[in-house]
Each structure stands twice: as C-alpha cells, then as structure tokens.
C-alpha cells in the first residue's frame, strides 16, 4: 500500500515553456500533498504544501505564480513550471499524506531539464 | 523555523561494521522523525522512524535513538552490507502539520 506515482518521469523543454508534473497517490487519500525540489547531491527543499480543496502554502523564496501547484482532488495534485529556464532544471519529488499518520510517501521524481 | 543539520555529510565503512548518522533539531515542538534511504535517481524511501514519547527503536539491522533533551537523534545500522549505499536523510516533522524539514544528507559507502 501507500503508493504514489508521478508523470512524467522525465521531460525535456525549450526555455519560456511551461511544463506539467502530476502526482497522483493510488491506494489512498492525500488530505495534503508536497512538493519538493533536489539538486544533484543535495536534500530535498520543500518548495510547497497542497491540501485538497485550498491554495497551497508556499515555502519562502519559492515563487508561486512560477510554480503553480493544484490539488483539486484527494489523489491527484499537478505542478506547473510556467516559463521555465534553464536554471528551473532539476529533480522534482512529490510526496503524499494520508492525515491518519505522519509518514509521507514518495512518488519516483520527475527530471526536468530546460535547454 | 525548525532546523535540522546531520553529520557526517559522507560516511565510508567496510562491509561488515556499523554505520552512525547523527542528526539535531532546532525546535522543542517537533515530535516526528523519520529516516530515509534514496538510491541514485530514485525516491526516497522511509527505513524507520521514531516518535518523541520513545527513545529507541529497532527493525532488525536498523535503529534509531532519539534524545528530545538534547534535541538530536541518530540512525545506527550494523553489519552493513554493499546494498546499504546510497544516501540516507534525516527529518523532523510536528504533529499534524506533516511536513517535514530533511537534514542535508549522509553519502554511506559500504566497501565490500
């Protein structure tokens, strides 16, 4: 149980581009979804939280109308990277909760480069 | 904001010896702490965690103690094996908030 997929799991794009990651947890109900970033040899930096049905909380720095996050349903929620520059290129990982436990659970990451 | 620093950032061990990561928190209201392993290009996945009304806990190689005084914890894996390489991470979490602050990482190398 408790598995989260992600897609696609690799995107290349030109720069100004915007791109769409879903997150989508299979066996069970993410009442909150998160959204991280990891560089290469480096830890996860949360960029934003998402609970079904309300806007996300962004993390500071991160900035929210380049990242727009929706959580429309308790299963899926989708990142955009609007406008994407090469510098937006890196390793993008959700992670869902249930709300019945802390744990949350990864999907596989995304790799996203902008050329 | 909560904090949370691990030490060391690379860890190198023979096949066969424990292996210690340690980790410390900034803030008194956390009271979650999971551990995670990530191979090169995959997710993370949870090896064991720990809730602050216990101070240890064991899944057969792995364990994990937690000092809530001194605000660290640490992850203990023993008779390391080569399939135990990759990076481990640390977080701290408050209840009901679920979300977590990840510490910057441990690089284990199991040499054979």
């Known amino acids: 149980g408790a598995v989260v997929s992600q897609h696609p799991s690799w995107v290349i794009c030109k720069s100004g581009t915007s791109v769409k990651i879903e997150c989508r947890s299979l066996?069970?109900?993410?009442?909150?979804m998160f959204w991280y970033r990891q560089f290469p040899k480096q830890s996860l930096m949360l960029m934003a939280t998402s609970n079904e049905g309300s806007k996300a909380t962004y993390e500071q720095g991160v900035e929210k109308d380049k990242f727009l996050i929706n959580h429309a349903s308790l299963t899926l929620s989708t990142l955009t990277v609007t406008s994407a520059h090469p510098e937006d290129s890196s390793f993008y990982i959700c992670?869902?909760?249930?709300?019945?436990?802390?744990?949350?659970?990864f999907g596989p990451g995304t790799r996203l480069l902008v050329l | 904001g909560e904090n949370v620093e691990q030490h060391p950032s690379t860890l190198s061990v023979q096949e066969g010896d424990s292996a210690v990561i340690k980790c410390t928190y900034s803030d008194s209201a956390s009271n979650y702490f999971p551990w995670y392993k990530q191979e090169l290009g995959k997710r993370p996945q949870l090896i064991i965690d720990i809730r602050s009304n216990v101070g240890e806990k064991k899944d057969q190689r792995i364990a994990v103690t937690l000092n809530k005084t001194a605000k660290h914890f640490s992850l203990h894996i023993t008779e390391t094996q080569p399939e135990d390489s990759a990076v481990y991470f640390c977080a701290a979490s408050t209840s009901g908030t679920y979300k977590y602050i990840f510490g910057t990482g441990t690089r284990l190398k199991v040499l054979a």
């Open positions: 992670s869902a909760a249930s709300g019945r436990e802390e744990t949350q659970y």
């Open positions: 066996d069970f109900q993410a009442t909150t």
